[in-house]
């Protein structure tokens, strides 16, 4: 619902709102792009071909 949506975060690239809650560590995040944001799973599919970046290291994510 809208008023859950409030409470996720959304894609810094397409800004769909993600199923990330606010609140998560990023440690814990899957789409997590230091420096830049949380992305979508299409989004981080389409630019790192995983929608789960927690065992790419971050110097091969901010490569790109």
């Known amino acids: 619902s809208a008023a859950s949506d409030v409470y996720?975060?959304?894609?810094?690239?397409c800004g769909v709102v993600t199923d990330v809650p606010?609140?998560?560590p990023v440690s814990e995040r899957?789409?997590?792009i230091?420096?830049?944001?949380?992305l979508c799973r299409d989004c981080c599919r389409e630019l790192y071909g995983s929608d789960d970046l927690g065992t790419t290291a971050e110097s091969e994510i901010c490569k790109i």
């Open 30 to 32: 899957k789409c997590y």
């Open 8 to 13: 996720k975060r959304q894609c810094v690239l």
């Open 34 to 38: 230091p420096g830049a944001g949380q």
């Open 22 to 24: 606010v609140q998560m």
